[in-house]
């Protein structure tokens, strides 16, 4: 069974930086792998996707500001988020899926815990 823990999260200043890390048990055969976020009362939003070619795609609210990358000898997938903001501040969950949508996957088979961020 494939396990996603992700690590990074924290407190960070608006305008600063952090760096989410997915790692996976286990290589994960997945086309697709994204990080998701959810604040208290929203629903849960796609913030970023990429699929097996290295290719990505984001949401609105990340362009410009996150990248995501991922480094598969290392069954790691990250998110460098910059410039951020206090509407950045949610629950951050990465996935694994079956192939790429937009700035999601579609199809997801693993779901990390996730980890927290805050913005002020």
């Known amino acids: 069974h494939v396990q996603l823990v992700e690590s990074g999260g924290g407190s960070a200043q608006a305008g600063g930086s952090l760096r989410l890390s997915c790692v996976a048990s286990e290589s994960v055969y997945s086309s697709c792998m994204a990080w998701f976020r959810q604040a208290p009362g929203k629903e849960r939003e796609a913030v970023a996707s990429i699929n097996s070619d290295g290719n990505a795609e984001y949401g609105d609210s990340a362009k410009g500001r996150f990248t995501i990358s991922k480094d598969s000898a290392k069954n790691t997938l990250y998110l460098q988020m910059n410039s951020l903001k206090p509407e950045d501040t949610a629950m951050y969950y990465c996935?694994?899926?079956?192939?790429?949508?937009?700035?999601?996957?579609?199809?997801?088979?693993?779901w990390g815990q996730g980890t927290q961020v805050t913005v002020s």
């Open positions: 996935a694994a899926g079956n192939y790429q949508s937009g700035a999601s996957c579609m199809g997801i088979r693993y």
